[in-house]
Structures are given as structure tokens and as C-alpha cells.
């Protein structure tokens, strides 16, 4: 009888899309905490090739930043890497990868886009943004009694589409890629924020100088 309560279970897929210049801690944790606090079967990892919002920065060639996330997610069998966006030409829409998503997956899988704050706030600007709503849910990761905006984001769309922009209380570490970058640039440690395969790797291939 479990089995078959199991078998009809809907299958939960977590999407944690990203430019991963590096990837961080800040990602895994927060990815961590999105799946266990909504069960998920899965969380998929998906580097942007090109990503619509970061045009006129210089981005580091996707196959390091591949690499990188495939090291930093390795030790977690919850977590997997997909070069989606990467196969595809041109800039990256998040709504492409959904819809690719939903023909891998079916329509009976259930997916959720993890964000965090900064990423709400751009939310507006998104292509899309309506469709996105409908196909999958969002949880934005953020600091509890953080910035008002983040709410006014929610309540903005809260109401369109299928589903509503969900908010989950995290520690929302202080850590960002471009600190990263900054640090290793100024011959600063990253020792704790990356993981030690992905600071390795970073020191190696040269990246960041
Ligand atoms: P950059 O500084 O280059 O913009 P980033 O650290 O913001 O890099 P991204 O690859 O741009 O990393 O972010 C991918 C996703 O991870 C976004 O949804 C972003 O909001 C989220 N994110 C980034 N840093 C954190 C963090 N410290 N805690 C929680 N979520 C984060
Ligand atoms: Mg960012």
C-alpha cells in the first residue's frame, strides 16, 4: 500500500537557476533549505549560458562555471547539475527552461524556483514573469522582516497565475559571487564560502585575477 501512496505521489522538482560565478555556500544552503522544508524529490542545479541581466559584464566561459557547480553539488545526492542552458544558444529566459522542463518532466511534476532576495526584487522584469507563475512555483529565500520590497514583490503577483510567490525564512548568509571574485582578485581568502573542491578549482584554472 505504501508503495502504491508513493507511486502517486507527485514528483517535486526544485530549479535553482544561476549565473554560479562562483557558485557558493550561499546557494547550497539555501537550496538545502528549500528542499527539506518542501520535500523535494530533487533540486536541478542550471548554470545560464548567457544570462539576459548580466550582458555587458564579463562572464566566465559557462564550462568553468559548469565544472565549478557540478564539484560544489557533488556530495549532496539531491542535487544534480543540468547543462539545459548551456545546450542552448542566445541569452537565457527562465521561462524557456521551464517550459523545456515540463516536456522532460510531464505536466504532473510539480517544480519549484528557488530565489533569493535580490532575485525577487528583479522579478518584475523577468520575461514572461505571468506564464512563469502559472507553470511552477516560487519560493524566495530570504532574511525574516527583510526588506520591504520583497513583500511588496509578492503581493505584486501574490495573486496572478496558478501560483503565488511563496517566502521561506532563511539565514540568507552574506555572500555573493561578485565577492568572490573581488576577494580572489585581491589575494583575499575564500576559504568557508565556496566549498574546498570549487576553491581548489578556482586557483587552479586561474580564475578571477
Ligand atoms: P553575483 O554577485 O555575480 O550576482 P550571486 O551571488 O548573486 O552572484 P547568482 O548566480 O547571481 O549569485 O544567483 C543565483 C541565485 O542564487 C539567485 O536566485 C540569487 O538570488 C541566489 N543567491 C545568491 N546569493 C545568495 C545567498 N547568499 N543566499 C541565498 N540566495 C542567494
Ligand atoms: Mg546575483
Not at 556530495?75 to 522542463?101: H, I, K, W
Request: glycine residues 6%; aromatic residues 10%.
Amino acid at each position: 500500500e505504501r508503495q502504491i501512496n508513493m507511486a502517486q505521489a507527485k514528483a517535486k522538482v526544485g530549479i535553482m537557476g544561476g549565473t554560479f560565478d562562483p557558485i557558493h555556500i550561499g546557494h547550497l544552503v539555501t537550496a538545502e533549505a528549500v528542499r527539506i522544508e518542501y520535500n523535494l524529490d530533487k533540486v536541478l542545479f542550471i548554470p545560464a549560458s548567457n544570462p539576459p541581466h548580466k550582458l555587458q559584464s564579463l562572464v566566465t566561459p559557462a564550462i568553468h562555471r559548469y565544472i565549478m557547480t557540478i564539484l560544489a553539488t557533488y556530495s549532496n545526492p539531491y542535487f544534480l547539475v543540468s547543462a539545459l542552458e548551456l545546450e542552448r544558444s542566445g541569452p537565457s529566459y527562465t521561462v524557456d527552461t521551464v517550459r523545456a522542463l515540463i516536456d522532460c518532466y510531464g505536466a504532473s511534476t510539480e517544480l519549484y524556483f528557488i530565489t533569493g532576495a535580490d532575485a525577487v526584487k528583479d522579478l518584475p522584469s523577468w520575461q514572461n514573469i505571468d506564464e512563469l507563475l502559472e507553470l511552477c512555483f516560487f519560493v524566495a529565500a530570504t532574511r525574516p522582516g527583510s526588506i520591504s520590497y520583497i513583500d511588496q514583490v509578492i503581493k505584486q503577483f501574490g495573486t496572478k497565475g496558478r501560483h503565488s510567490i511563496q517566502r521561506l525564512a532563511t539565514p540568507e548568509l552574506e555572500i555573493s559571487s561578485t565577492d568572490i571574485r573581488e576577494r580572489v582578485k585581491k589575494g583575499r581568502s575564500i576559504k568557508y564560502i565556496v566549498p574546498e573542491s570549487v576553491e581548489d578549482y578556482i586557483y587552479k584554472e586561474g580564475l578571477y585575477r
